[in-house]
């Protein structure tokens, strides 16, 4: 059996180590100066080279012959340690001897000194299994150990370990490998094959191990083991079960049009290819991640392979960089998700839903950075241009032709209606025109109840003593889109429950200037507006842009407001009428060509809903006609 390429390959001398060398410097430094601990900690992400020097160390402290702290490895002690043919050296796994019982065994063989080395070392791996009780059990020969003993525990999870075991030892992290430290020993490891494989290819595997060797050489093995002298990148995405580029494109070319149907679409096709959802998702990160980082530097060099780099190019045209990163967010959100649900395949297909109906931002943010960064001059400017380029869209032919009906229909000439031919002696004759400058129009208010004028003077007397008081206590209207965030803030304030109440009874309110009061049909839902009165007037100060006061009231006093608005309608109304009495008068006196009886006027006045026309037929009987 063939061993593995991580472990023909593992390192044996500290000089071999890659990506380590602040750990490395200082354990080389100890063996040189022979001034080792008695206990060490080794942390960090798996596959780092945790345990590759522990077992290093264990070599360097038993070489009868160190060279600049590394083993010498022709030594009789390196040899026998590389052979595993001593018993001195004892690797244990903690996720199977973790118990109390397996760590009183440990103890009671510590004590006997070494067969043949200088030290005898207890390499403890997946220390973080090992339970409390066991840990305690430990605590008393980690403390006093016998000189010839050194324990090196090694795990992944050091927030577990103990801190009476952490205070008692020399803790060391080891950090994630560089990619370039990973691609260096690739590299090595292909030359010495004499196998090719494609940069685009070699940096798939790199992003695949996540900064660990040892999973790095695993799937190279994996690879290389298809038995072929070059790799390319669509090979080794085939061996590997990675999504092709090409089909990534078509998926993220959809999210990008906002196209559901079709990116749905894809997702189905790729699982029929049986591409499991996890390599859908770790592609498409990739592949954003790709094009966020060609977004941001512009730099064809860091893509090797190009035609994949001119898919990228074009994507990274066809987004903004603040939408790109919403994206991003999202697939690393689900993809957190994918490791604890049951049912993957709703994960990713939410997760297209949420891709394709995120909101660009670009626009809303893009103008308002431009308007903050204009000044007073510039808004004016702008408003202008906007004002003209609103009037330039309005049709103003048919406002021409309602000036010229107008034109034509002020103007009324008085002739003999019995004989028709007189109509064209009148226009070249001396004819009587009305003042065209006399307003005779017709402003009727068909929602306001008809007026009793025989009750005018009566209403006229009452609203005069309280049309000042209705006419300063008149409400504001607010914008509708004012009112639903001033409802919406009432709501978010002092219950949920208030919005039903709203749906039904609809958002009465009253705002005066330093006063804003809300009226309720129902007084049961005013005891949770009550209890927030203070804050919800907070509120209200910075929507409205004003100092106001918020009470809460009965709605019985929001009708009696609208009726006082009512009132000053029909005064308004009674006004009119008066005006229109007036006009006809008027042109009573200029007519001195018709002997017209005044009570056909006062007549004209106690008749209801009759227009204009009517009422100068009735004045000039058959001698009008309009024209």
Do not use: W
């Not at 009671?108 to 840990?135: C, G, Q, S, W």
């Not at 061996?239 to 959809?254: A, E, P, Q, R």
């Not at 996890?278 to 991640?289: A, E, G, P, T, V």
Request: aromatic share 8%; glycine share 2%; proline share 2%.
């Amino acid at each position: 059996m063939a061993k593995a390429l991580y472990r023909q390959y593992r390192p044996k001398t500290f000089d071999q180590v890659l990506g380590q060398d602040r750990v490395v410097n200082v354990l080389k430094n100890q063996v040189k100066n022979n001034n080792f601990s008695h206990a060490y900690i080794f942390a960090g992400e798996r596959g780092c080279g945790k345990t590759t020097c522990a077992k290093i160390f264990a070599k360097a402290i038993n070489c009868l012959h160190p060279i600049d702290g590394s083993p010498c490895l022709e030594c009789e002690n390196c040899k026998a340690i590389d052979d595993e043919s001593t018993i001195d050296i004892i690797e244990m796994d903690a996720a199977s001897n973790r118990r109390i019982d397996d760590i009183r065994n440990l103890k009671d063989n510590v004590i006997y000194p070494p067969n043949k080395l200088k030290y005898k070392v207890y390499i403890i791996d997946e220390a973080h299994m090992i339970t409390r009780e066991a840990f305690n059990a430990l605590l008393k020969i980690m403390e006093e150990p016998p000189s010839h003993l050194v324990f090196i525990l090694a795990t992944t999870e050091i927030d577990k370990i103990p801190n009476t075991i952490l205070s008692r030892a020399q803790n060391f992290e080891f950090n994630k490998i560089e990619k370039s430290k990973i691609k260096e020993q690739i590299s090595l490891i292909l030359k010495d094959k004499d196998i090719e494989i494609e940069n685009e290819a070699l940096d798939l595997i790199i992003r695949k191990a996540k900064g660990a060797m040892r999973d790095a050489l695993s799937i190279l093995d994996q690879v290389i083991s298809y038995d072929t002298k070059t790799y390319k990148l669509a090979d080794v995405e085939n061996l590997l079960g990675v999504v092709d580029f090409y089909d990534i494109d078509k998926l993220t070319n959809s999210i990008f049009s906002f196209n559901q149907k079709q990116a749905l679409s894809y997702i189905f096709s790729l699982r029929e290819n049986n591409k499991s959802n996890k390599d859908i998702i770790d592609s498409l990160i990739n592949y954003f991640r790709d094009i966020m980082v060609y977004k941001m530097s512009e730099d064809p060099d860091l893509f090797d392979n190009k035609e994949r780099f001119e898919f990228i190019k074009k994507r990274a045209g066809e987004i903004e960089i603040d939408r790109l990163l919403d994206l991003l967010d999202i697939l690393n959100e689900y993809s957190s998700k994918l490791k604890s649900s049951d049912n993957t395949d709703l994960i990713v297909e939410l997760m297209t839903i949420r891709l394709i109906s995120s909101k660009d931002v670009k626009s809303l943010d893009s103008r308002i950075r431009a308007l903050e960064a204009n000044n007073e001059k510039d808004l004016i400017d702008l408003i202008n241009r906007l004002v003209d380029d609103k009037i330039s869209k309005l049709d103003l032919s048919k406002y021409e032709n309602i000036d010229r009906n107008k034109s034509s229909d002020g103007s009324y000439q008085v002739i003999n209606n019995n004989d028709i031919s007189e109509i064209m002696e009148a226009r070249s004759s001396n004819t009587e025109v009305i003042d065209e400058n006399i307003d005779i129009s017709d402003e009727e208010d068909n929602d306001l109840p008809p007026i009793d004028k025989a009750d005018d003077s009566n209403t006229k007397v009452n609203l005069d003593e309280s049309i000042d008081k209705l006419e300063e206590n008149r409400s504001i209207n607010i914008p509708t889109k004012m009112a639903d965030d001033i409802r919406d803030m009432i709501i978010n304030t002092a219950g949920r429950m208030l919005k039903p109440m709203f749906e039904k009874d609809g958002f009465n309110y009253t705002y005066r200037p330093g006063e804003f009061i809300l009226y309720l049909k129902d007084e049961f839902y005013g005891i949770f507006i009550q209890t927030k009165t203070d804050d919800i007037g907070k509120e209200l100060n910075d929507i409205l842009d004003d100092e106001v006061s918020f009470s809460v009231d009965n709605y019985s006093k929001f009708t009696e407001n609208k009726d006082g608005s009512l009132d000053i309608k029909k005064y308004e109304k009674l006004e009119k009428e008066e005006k229109k009495t007036k006009k006809l008068e008027k042109l009573d006196e200029n007519d001195k060509t018709d002997n017209i009886d005044e009570s056909l006027v006062k007549e004209e006045d106690t008749k209801k809903n009759q227009s204009n026309l009517d009422r100068l037929k009735e004045i000039f009987k058959e001698e009008l006609i309009v024209k």
